[in-house]
């Protein structure tokens, strides 16, 4: 099975230093997700520092595709991952994303250069038309076999059973 990550922009009304969460959803319902969100990470093991702000990924998404381009682009995600969730970087930051590009051997300077240019812009708002041609609206978002749309964060079974849905023998 092939798994193509493609660049989505949540929040592009998000400026360069965030929306604060709770002005976003509101005090009572930021603190059920992050419940919720810390709830999910421990009962897997994953470390996971919620922020108290909305990030503007768009300079992120660019740094991955710079990644992609480049034949590093599954270190650079996890590393992306890892320093939003872990809470070792700021993704709408280019020093940090430059950081954290070095760290998976990427030109520091190169990138540097194309996250401060928007050089993959095209690229990003392309990503969110088709992706909201086909119904997503929100992160993650899978699409399996071009037939199958599960949106949001799920539980393991829901995508286990897709993917012997769409591996079973055809009856």
């Known amino acids: 099975m092939n798994v193509t990550w493609l660049p989505y922009e949540l929040h592009p009304e998000a400026p360069p230093e965030g929306i604060p969460r709770e002005r976003y959803f509101g ?23 919620t922020r108290d702000v909305i990030i503007n990924s768009r300079r992120a998404l ?35 994303l ?16 194309a996250v401060e240019t928007n050089r993959y812009d095209e690229v990003i708002d ?24 599960v949106l949001g964060a799920q539980p393991f079974d829901v995508l286990k059973q897709v993917v012997e849905r769409i591996t079973a023998p055809a009856e």
Do not use: C
Not at 126 to 149: E, K
């Open 27 to 49: 005090g009572e319902r930021s603190q059920r997700m992050r419940e919720h969100m810390q709830s999910i990470a421990a009962s897997v093991g994953l470390t996971m520092q």
């Open 98 to 113: 430059v950081r954290i590009g070095e760290g998976v051997g990427l030109d520091g300077a190169e990138l540097r250069e």
């Open 126 to 149: 392309d990503n969110r038309r088709l992706a909201s041609s086909v119904g997503i609206d929100a992160i993650p978002a899978h699409v399996f076999d071009r037939r199958f749309l």
């Open 62 to 96: 660019g740094a991955a595709e710079f990644a992609r381009e480049r034949g590093r682009f599954e270190a650079m995600h996890h590393a992306l991952f890892e320093a939003h969730w872990e809470g070792k970087g700021k993704l709408e930051d280019a020093d940090d």
